[in-house]
């Protein structure tokens, strides 16, 4: 397929520059992938929405403060973003300008509002997909803890403030683990508060966290033509042992529905599961397109993606080109706040309980 099939329009002013006042109060549009009946409540209510007893699995990663800028050697800006540790102060890092930032090259890490001087990060080698392999000279240690201290939170490029103390919370869900070097927030969980698990436990919900590395396979933006053609970035994922062995159960006799918390839930899933039994470790490149059916989740709670992007792709994938475009349609049409700050919605009956 092509990926202008996947275009829609988007009033920018739908794109949420900041979140709702409340975590949990988004709107929710809910979707039956199987009957196309829709419906316009709030996440609130998700607790009345999800069956009964359904097995809930969000994405417990937590986002770094990856975003490093730049002052290089002829004193201009640049930005690197840190992908992934490769030990002993070396990360895999997306940065710009490319041109300038090539191997050899060296930079100091400064404060983007004092300009102070935080550390320093040499250019080592060009890795695949242009990549670059880079070291941090920092004064209190090598590890995510002292980027955390010197870098921001990186807030995708569509928001346009730097990241604020608001951000700080908001950009993290209520259950993330210490663990963890995501670069973007498992969106859908940002809704979630202790209460409303509480209110989901109390309709015998299960809690029961995955968690991906959220890296550029989630956002980077699709600039092939035919879908078989974009390259999806490795991200790699780990399932604690108690999770996997009650979804194992649950995939096995579908007594339990599944209820992704994510599309990062959901791809992790995917890319786990192998008939009989779910990978505790591994990675994946899963790109969900028109045509793939899920083996794994049964429902599918996700923000609101943007045009011609790979998750619209797979929302896609889940109601069908046509039910997504037409959702969509409803959910600009009714003023929906988009993307990682924005509203949500349902897909109920997208996988193996249809």
């Known amino acids: 397929m092509l990926r202008s099939a996947f275009h829609f329009d988007l009033p920018p002013d739908l794109i949420a520059q900041h979140p709702a006042p409340d975590r949990d109060g988004a709107r929710l549009l809910v979707v039956d992938a199987r009957s196309g009946a829709w419906s316009h409540r709030a996440i609130r209510d998700l607790p009345d929405l999800v069956p ?81 392999a880079v070291r941090v000279h920092a004064d209190h240690g090598l590890d995510w803890d002292e980027i955390d201290r010197i ?33 973007a927030a498992p969106t859908a969980g940002l809704h979630f508060t202790p209460e409303l698990i509480g209110a989901l436990a109390a309709r015998g919900c299960g809690w029961h966290p995955v968690r991906l590395h959220v890296g550029l396979g989630t956002f980077r933006p699709m600039t092939a033509e035919r879908l078989e053609d974009h390259p999806m970035h490795e991200e790699r994922f780990e399932i604690p042992e108690a999770t996997a062995r009650i979804l194992e159960a649950a995939f096995r006799d579908r007594t339990r529905p599944v209820l992704c918390v994510g599309t990062t839930s959901l791809r992790t899933l995917e890319g786990a599961w192998d008939g009989a039994r779910l990978a505790r470790e591994g990675a994946t490149r899963l790109f969900i397109t028109p045509g793939y059916r899920l083996r794994t989740a049964d429902h599918l709670l996700t923000n609101f993606h943007l045009p011609e992007s790979t998750l619209f792709v797979l929302v896609s994938a889940l109601l069908g080109l046509d039910q997504a475009q037409a959702a969509y349609a409803e959910a600009v049409r009714e003023r929906y706040r988009f993307f990682s700050y924005g509203d949500a919605m349902l897909i109920l009956n997208a996988g193996p309980a249809c």
């Open 151 to 183: 870098g921001r939170l990186p807030l995708p490029p569509y928001i346009d403030h730097l990241a604020e103390a608001e951000d700080e919370t908001r950009y993290q869900t209520v259950f993330a683990a210490r663990e963890g070097e995501a670069v």
């Open 52 to 132: 009964a007893g359904s097995l809930c699995v969000p994405n417990d990663v937590r986002v770094r403060h990856a975003r490093l800028f730049l002052r290089r050697g002829g004193g201009g800006a640049g930005e690197a973003l840190l992908l992934r540790s490769l030990g002993q102060g070396r990360f895999e890092a997306m940065v710009k300008p490319g041109a300038r930032l090539k191997p050899g090259a060296s930079a100091a890490v400064v404060d983007p509002v004092t300009h102070a001087e935080l550390a320093r990060l040499d250019i080592l080698d060009t890795l695949p997909e242009g990549l670059r």
